[in-house]
């Protein structure tokens, strides 16, 4: 049953860094946590009809210690931004953030004094997903869209770079 | 005419402005000066008994002068009927009244809303500090009508 029938008795090559984005993406965690009337459509994506744990993401996480992505589902008020954006900052790393509906992406219909104007004017925000508020299937496309991005998360490559390059310049 | 139009014609004739009903429902206008004095004469008369506060609110009918207005919505439990009582505040610049927090404690967040959202400053407040804005929240009242709808 499941990856050694396909793979057999044999050897496999791969990087590690494919191995551990693959990972990443297949175990992606999120927040519990919702602020307005996309929070019900989040919840409906993680009931049984659309089923988020198909992408092994059933864990929605009370402690954001133990959660990797945050989804700012609903209108964010300029009173509520501390609260967000110690939950985020109490994630551990490596982290993701999707700003799902209108409220959460750009301020949404509240054009107003108390309700911040985006969610990424806080945080590092990776998919937006548009909709007031999105159906379940709009956000699984977010988060299907994710997952492609941290499949190619070159992470590691990434630090070796910037190491070769230090070494150059010291030189 | 409800009793207590009768209560506060009798008793301060001098103090109401205007008088007028719209589809059951009564407004006085009054001065604001004897504001807690009207206040306490409706909560404890027994043909009034209005023993329910159950909104302060303030308008801004800027650019008209005076361009302050406060307004409280009393409920009587007991003749299961309403009225409302309109304060038009003199200076425009600093509007200000005295606060009825002695007659109903329920006023307190009624007024610190007020104060918080249009600025009228409510006198003999026991603590009137910003109340739904945060707190880092720069010295003006979104509410006003000078203010854009983003804020400032």
Known sequence: ?171 | MSAAVEKVQAQFPDEIVEIYEFRGDTTIIIKPEKIVEICTLLRDDRETSFRYLSSVAAVDYLPASPRFAVVYHLYSHRYKNRVALKAFLEDDAYPSIHSVVPVWSAANWHERECYDLMGIQFRGHPDLRRILTPAECEAYFPLRKEIPVRGL
């Open chain 1, 1 to 171: 049953m499941g990856l050694e029938e396909h793979l057999g008795n044999n050897v496999l090559t791969t990087t590690l860094e494919k191995l551990v984005d693959w990972g990443r993406k297949n175990s992606l965690w999120p927040c519990t946590f919702g602020l307005a009337c996309c929070a019900i459509e989040m919840i409906v994506t993680a009931a049984n009809r659309f089923d988020i744990a198909r992408f092994g993401m059933e864990a929605f996480r009370a402690s954001p210690r133990q959660a990797d992505l945050m989804i700012v589902a609903g209108t964010v008020t300029k009173k509520m931004v501390p609260a967000v954006v110690r939950i985020y900052e109490q994630m551990t790393e490596p982290k993701w953030v999707i700003a799902m509906g209108a409220c959460a992406s750009s301020g949404g219909i509240f054009d107003s004094y108390a309700v911040v104007q985006g969610i990424d004017l806080y945080l590092p925000v990776d998919v937006y997903v548009p909709g007031c508020p999105p159906r379940p299937e709009g956000l699984l496309y977010g988060i299907l869209k994710l997952h492609e991005q941290i499949l190619k998360d070159p992470f590691l490559t990434k630090q070796y770079r910037e190491r070769v390059q230090a070494r150059q310049e010291a030189a």
